[in-house]
């Protein structure tokens, strides 16, 4: 998957980004990945050939929307279901719904009908209650399950395999065929996951990831507040989303004219 699309997982008139994205490819012994334009290796010249562009990577972008070549499923995180469940070969959930990705939450939502489109009008207005605010509803309520299934090529035969996130908004954990592979967090920072010993490179494997919303939510509405986070304007809410974050997009914005504006 890549960077392209960034749209809101709804928080009335905040908006919680969880952006997912992804490439899965391979790299022989000695192989330093320096980033998606670098890939270089002991004693040889430095290549900077993308590597979506490599007969050895899969794009596990899906088939909704960016029209991929994988099926993404998503579920509520719900107690009792893990990564162990989750990341299995054939995993079915009842109440799962297909996945945009790249994208998140709500942009999934938005595309199976479960909530109107946030960009029109006042949809995404407090006082609408149209898609309800993490701030009121919690985190859980915005934690989600993201699955898809995937095959190796014969290219990948006999290398190491490596599974690459290019962000995910904000706290995420990574299953692949039922183990824990990694966690990461922050809406900039990549994540490199050496699977060699985890994937089969004939058949199906299962991979997984649970996307969490930022740590410290905030709340609404006080634009006469005294202190602020560093670069909060008085749209920003309580003041209180930005305490762990370097980046105040990772929790969201404040477009409704009732909420600071």
């Known amino acids: 998957m890549d960077t392209s699309t960034l749209m809101s997982s709804d928080l009335g008139s905040f908006r919680y980004f969880s952006p997912l994205k992804t490439g899965l490819w391979t790299a022989a012994a000695g192989v330093i990945l320096c980033g998606a334009l670098c890939t270089a290796a002991a004693g040889e010249e430095l290549s900077r050939e993308p590597f979506y562009r490599k007969a050895d990577a899969l794009m596990l972008r899906s088939r909704e929307v960016h029209g991929g070549g994988y099926e993404w499923q998503m579920v509520r995180q719900t107690p009792g ?9 054939g995993f079915r959930a009842d109440a799962g719904l297909k996945a945009v990705v790249p994208g998140t939450v709500l942009n999934s939502l938005v595309y199976n009908g479960v909530y109107p489109e946030p960009y029109y009008g006042l949809n ?7 898609i309800p605010d993490i701030t009121e509803a919690g985190s859980a309520f915005y934690t989600y399950w993201f699955r898809t299934e995937f095959e190796l090529t014969p290219a990948f035969a006999g290398k190491r395999v490596i599974l690459r996130f290019d962000g995910i908004n904000y706290r995420a954990q990574i299953w692949v065929n039922g183990r824990e592979v990694g966690v990461m967090a922050g809406m900039f920072n990549r994540g490199f996951f050496d699977v060699t010993d985890v994937v089969k490179y004939e058949g199906a494997n ?3 990831v649970l996307v969490k919303p930022v ?4 709340g609404f509405l006080n634009k ?3 202190v602020r986070a560093v670069g909060e304007n008085k749209n920003g809410g309580d003041g209180q989303f930005g305490k762990n974050v370097t980046m105040l997009m990772s929790i969201g914005w404040d ?7």
């Open 206 to 208: 299962g991979l997984a």
């Open 255 to 261: 477009f409704t004219f009732s909420d600071g504006i």
């Open 81 to 89: 279901v893990t990564g162990v469940d989750v990341s299995r070969v």
């Open 224 to 226: 006469f507040k005294e």
């Open 215 to 218: 740590d410290v939510l905030g």
């Open 124 to 130: 995404n207005a407090r006082e609408k209650k149209l």
